[in-house]
C-alpha cells in the first residue's frame, strides 16, 4: 500500500499549488483522507480531512477560505487546492488514509502515510 503526494514546490506569497495523493495497492474509496503539514522545528498538525463520499470535509482555521480538499474515488487520488498561499504554508505536506469513513482531524485516526511533499512560500 503506497499514497504517494506530489504537487509541492517553491511559490511567492499569493499564489496557488494543487497538490495529489495517488494511492495504490488497494482501493480508499471507503476510507476518509487527509492532508496534514509540518513546518521545520514543528510538529505535524491538521489541514483538511474529506469523507469517503467527498461529501462532508473539514478544515484547520489557519486554511479555511483558501485551500479545498477534494477526491476521486474512480481515480484512488485526493486532492488539496492552496490558494492565496501565505509563506507560513512552508512545510511538508502529508497525505494519508484513515481507518473510518467519517472526516476525522485526529492524526491517530489515520494509518497510511504518503512521504510527504514540501511546499515553499516567499514571501
Known amino acids: 500500500v503506497q499514497l504517494q503526494a506530489s504537487g509541492g514546490g517553491m511559490v511567492q506569497a499569493g499564489a496557488s499549488l494543487r497538490l495529489s495523493c495517488v494511492a495504490s495497492?488497494?482501493?480508499?474509496?471507503?476510507?476518509?483522507m487527509g492532508w496534514f503539514r509540518q513546518a521545520p522545528g514543528k510538529e505535524r498538525e491538521f489541514v483538511a480531512s474529506?469523507?469517503?463520499?467527498?461529501?462532508?470535509?473539514d478544515y484547520a482555521d489557519s486554511v479555511k477560505g483558501r485551500f479545498t480538499i477534494s477526491r476521486d474515488n474512480a481515480k484512488n487520488t485526493v486532492y488539496l487546492q492552496m490558494n492565496s498561499q501565505k509563506p507560513e504554508d512552508t512545510a511538508v505536506y502529508y497525505c494519508?488514509?484513515?481507518?473510518?469513513?467519517?472526516?476525522?482531524?485526529?492524526?491517530?485516526?489515520?494509518?497510511?502515510w504518503g512521504q510527504g511533499t514540501q511546499v515553499t512560500v516567499s514571501s
Open positions: 494519508a488514509a484513515a481507518r473510518g469513513a467519517g472526516r476525522t482531524i485526529s492524526q491517530y485516526a489515520y494509518v497510511y
Open positions: 474529506i469523507s469517503w463520499s467527498g461529501g462532508s470535509t
Open positions: 495497492g488497494r482501493t480508499f474509496s471507503n476510507n476518509a
